[in-house]
Structures are given as C-alpha cells and as structure tokens.
C-alpha cells in the first residue's frame, strides 16, 4: 500500500473512532447531566464528557489499528505437562532429601527413613511375590537381600548418625525386588 492511501485509510479510521466515541460519550454524558451524577455547571460538563469522549475514541483506534500486527497466543499446556509436576517441586521428594540428608549426618533427629524403606519393601513384596512381609516374614526372609532382611528386622532405635552404605545397600535390595 503506497504512503499516501495508507495514510488516508489511517484518518478514515481515526474520523470514524473518535465520532462514534465522541457521539456516545455525549448521549452518556448528557444522560447523566440530566439525572444528577454530573455535578458540574453545563460547559464544564460538557468539557469533561468530550475528553472522555476523545480518549475513548483514540483509546479504539490505537487498539484498532495494532490489531492486526498481533498473533494470538496459546496457552494450553500438553496434558503430559499438566499431569507431571516437576521432579524438584514435588514435596515428597523434597522431604525424602532432607531426611536423607538428616539420617546421614545428623545425631539430634530420629530415623524417618526406615518407615520408608520398609513400606516400599513391604509393597513390592507384595507386588512381585505376593508376599506379605507382616503375616509371612519366613517367605519375605528366603526372598530378600541378607543385608536387606538385616536392615528391616533391625530398625534403628536411637538419634545416631546411619551408615551411608547400609542405607545404600537397602535401597538397592528393595530395587532388585
């Protein structure tokens, strides 16, 4: 489109906005002059509904006449996304780290591991065996890993710091299970 039609179709456009806006901010003005919301004198009510009048009107234009320079945005995630929370927002996670971390160097705090370990244990027994460690720990015992078996029938009773390879040595048991 060459500069001057351009130009032409631009004040078409801006005339067009600020009379439509102009005439119903009058009509809006003058009904509300005439029931009372107005309080000002005649002129300077008039004055105040052709201000808004004219920013409406250049308010419409500017927005119309970007409008087509805009592409629309998709905000819709894939159900895989909206499924899986990420892996270092998940609590669970968060709170296994930190009891971890507290089980292997810590001496003031309790062994929250073990209730872990010995619940996954406990459910891939009765998993992939169909055994239940509760009511069957002879066939749980013929079953699991030595150190595995060691580490579930001895749980730990004070606040000191756990062995980093028998930690490491019952996950591993509970893994191959």
């Not at 419409?60 to 927002?89: F, I």
Request: hydrophobic share 40%; charged share 25%.
């Amino acid at each position: 489109m060459s500069p001057t039609v351009h130009g032409a179709v631009t004040r078409r456009s801006l005339r067009r906005h600020l009379t439509s806006a102009l005439a119903a901010a009058l009509v809006v003005g003058g009904l509300l002059w005439f029931i009372g919301s107005l309080p000002y004198a005649l002129p300077l009510a008039v004055l105040a509904v052709l201000l808004a009048g004219l920013v409406t009107g250049l308010a419409l234009w500017g927005a119309g006449s970007t409008s087509q320079d805009v592409e629309q945005a998709y905000w819709v995630s894939t159900p895989r996304q909206e499924s899986a929370p990420p892996d270092a927002m998940d609590y669970r996670l968060l709170r296994l780290r930190r009891d971890l971390r507290d089980a292997l160097d810590r001496d003031d705090r309790g062994d929250e591991i073990y209730p872990v370990v010995r619940a996954l244990a406990a459910e891939r027994l009765l998993a992939h065996h169909d055994i239940d460690l509760d009511t069957e720990p002879e066939r749980a015992q013929d079953v699991l890993d030595p150190h595995l078996w060691g580490y579930l029938t001895h749980p730990p009773t004070d606040t000191r710091r756990r062995s980093k390879s028998a930690l490491h040595t019952a996950i591993e048991g509970v893994e191959k299970l």
